[in-house]
């Protein structure tokens, strides 16, 4: 069984930073790609940054020039750096693996249970 546990949200004032991280443990044989998505009241589930195995990435527009996400391999880990934070940042945040736990076995999508962001001052 895989575990996606994330940490790191909590309340900032906007212009602050936080740092996001999720951390991949169990049975698992490889992680192909790992992401970050959020989801704020009344609204979908949004991509915010995407990070593949080789250290490729993509953002969503609303964060560009903002956020970083990294990863360690090792660790079966990534990062998501958040600076400049605004109020429409608030939302849930939640971390995804593409992943696969056996070889030969099937690829799937596996998800945290999120961590909450509140950006107010």
């Known amino acids: 069984q895989v575990q996606l546990v994330e940490s790191g949200g909590g309340l900032v004032q906007p212009g602050g930073s936080l740092r996001l991280s999720c951390a991949a443990s169990g049975s698992i044989f490889s992680i192909y790609a790992m992401g970050w998505y959020r989801q704020a009241p009344g609204k979908q589930r949004e991509l915010v940054a995407h990070?593949?195995?080789?250290?490729?990435?993509n953002y969503g527009d609303s964060v560009k020039g903002r956020f970083t996400i990294s990863r360690d391999n090792a660790k079966n880990t990534v990062y998501l750096q958040m600076n400049s934070l605004k109020p429409e940042d608030t939302a849930d945040y939640y971390c995804?693996?593409?992943?696969?736990?056996?070889?030969?076995?099937?690829?799937?999508?596996?998800w945290g249970q999120g961590t909450q962001v509140t950006v107010s001052s």
């Open positions: 995804n693996a593409n992943l696969r736990v056996r070889v030969g076995g099937p690829v799937y999508d596996d």
């Open positions: 990070i593949t195995s080789g250290g490729s990435t």
